[in-house]
């Protein structure tokens, strides 16, 4: 099975900042790699997938790169609304894990 | 638009079962997926129920859990047998869609204690 690494596991920042989570596979993915914004008591929102696409509906300040074994999510310009759990999922082979996540604190 | 329900409280050992109710689009012509996420923790993927009929299933899971899928009720379900403690979670179904997952519920709470 492949295993997602997501750094940090938390961080604070503030409302302007950018900021960069980076997720890791134990095997290569090719881009087969999903970003996931959680905020409690809601449903996981989608919002990057294949590594770089930018999932309809979501602000392009969610940048996302990487391919193999090593991604990256950036958040330019951080907003109020953005303050949630990030999660990285790989969708190459089942069991389609995630990450552990990164809560994404206000500073 | 998708709609879970048949979460609750269940002993250990005991069985439950899931839906998923699916509005909008066609589940068939879907892969439709179950994610839970236990108290305080984060996202486990549990299992996906594939277009052509081929199923998957989390390792913690596989034995136990059942996914299947009612054409005629546009409905997945999550067949939930011999549960433990470890399985109390908030369950999500949800649309794979070009490799992630694009729509979800807003999920159903299983317990699972004495």
């Known amino acids: 099975d492949i295993q997602m690494t997501q750094s940090p596991s938390s961080l604070s920042a503030s409302v302007g900042d950018r900021v960069t989570i980076t997720c890791r596979a134990s095997?290569?993915?090719?881009?087969?790699l999903n970003w996931y914004q959680h905020k409690p008591g809601k449903a996981p929102e989608l919002l990057i997938y294949?590594?770089?696409s930018l999932q309809s509906g979501v602000p392009s300040r969610f940048t996302g790169s990487g391919s193999a074994t090593d991604f990256t999510l950036t958040i330019n310009s951080l907003q109020l609304e953005d303050f949630a759990t990030y999660y990285c999922q790989q969708s190459y082979s089942t069991p389609y894990s995630f990450g552990q996540g990164t809560k994404l604190e206000i500073k | 638009q998708l709609v879970e329900t048949g979460g609750g409280l269940i002993q250990p050992g005991g069985s439950l079962r899931l839906s998923c109710a699916a509005s909008g689009f066609t589940v068939s012509n879907n892969y439709m997926t179950w994610v839970r996420q236990a108290p305080g923790k984060g996202l486990e993927w549990v299992s996906v129920f594939y277009n052509d009929g081929a199923t998957y299933y989390a390792d913690s899971v596989k034995g136990r859990f059942t996914i299947s899928r009612d054409n005629s009720k546009n409905t997945v379900y999550l067949q939930m047998n011999n549960v433990r403690a470890e399985d109390t979670a908030v369950y999500y179904c949800?649309?794979?869609?070009?490799?992630?997952?694009?729509?979800w519920g807003q999920g159903t709470l299983v317990t699972v204690s004495s």
């Open positions: 095997q290569t993915i090719s881009t087969y």
């Open positions: 294949g590594s770089s």
């Open positions: 949800a649309r794979e869609n070009n490799w992630g997952l694009d729509h």
